[in-house]
């Protein structure tokens, strides 16, 4: 297993600066990848974004409660207090309703939003038939880009078009494992490892496992 364990006290980064010492753990069992980073919170940040850690990978915690503490009552003293007057609990008028009596689908239509569909397999496979081959995601932790890059092509689609959050394991090899060159189980790990690294979501439930796309790696507009 490859273990690095970084101290940030030898190193000089730049950054925002936050108080108090933290440490950074991500770990990767499939790589046998192992990494801790301590130091002050800018440096290990730096250092994240050295490596391409950044955002919702791995975990970070503070080293002490005394710093966990420091932290806290700054940010409270940096924000001050809230505009306007005081809330006033008694001014916001009751709503009483019955359990079971609200009708959530005629509240969503009465928003004018987006209305949700079952994604139909075969206009997504045209769709992807006639697009052109995408580049290779630059971010190469998944060790796979390409496959990463159709991946993110086909959530995307599924959550924009049709308002779904999620795919099965079965619908997402029919639609692009052959694409991929990944099937079965190799699919599987593939999934699983973007679900460690932040980029996915993992949903039990129903006859087979979900998987849902993080909103900050899907496509931009």
Do not use: C
């Amino acid at each position: 297993m490859k273990r690095d364990v970084l101290s940030a006290s030898n190193v000089r980064g730049g950054g925002m600066q936050m108080r108090g010492t933290v440490r950074f753990i991500f770990r990767s069992p499939e790589n046998d990848i192992d990494i801790i980073i301590e130091g002050e919170s800018n440096v290990v940040d730096s250092l994240r974004q050295d490596l391409g850690l950044q955002g919702r990978v791995g975990f970070i915690q503070p080293l002490s409660a005394a710093d966990a503490d420091q932290n806290f009552s700054h940010d409270l003293s940096e924000e001050g207090k809230l505009p306007g007057p005081p809330p006033d609990p008694s001014s916001i008028p009751a709503v009483v309703r019955r359990i079971g009596d609200l009708d959530i689908k005629s509240k969503i239509s009465d928003l004018d939003g987006p209305s949700r569909t079952e994604p139909q397999i075969e206009y997504i496979r045209e769709f992807l038939e006639s697009i052109d081959e995408p580049e290779p995601l630059s971010n190469n932790l998944s060790g796979d880009p390409m496959a990463e890059s159709w991946l993110q092509i086909l959530l995307t689609l599924v959550v924009r078009e049709h308002g779904q959050t999620s795919l099965p394991i079965s619908a997402i090899e029919d639609l692009i494992g052959e694409r991929i060159n990944r099937e079965g189980v190799d699919l599987e790990i593939f999934l699983n490892r973007l679900w460690i690294m932040g980029r996915l979501e993992l949903i039990y439930g129903g006859a087979e496992i979900h998987y849902a796309p993080n909103p900050s790696w899907l496509i931009s507009k």
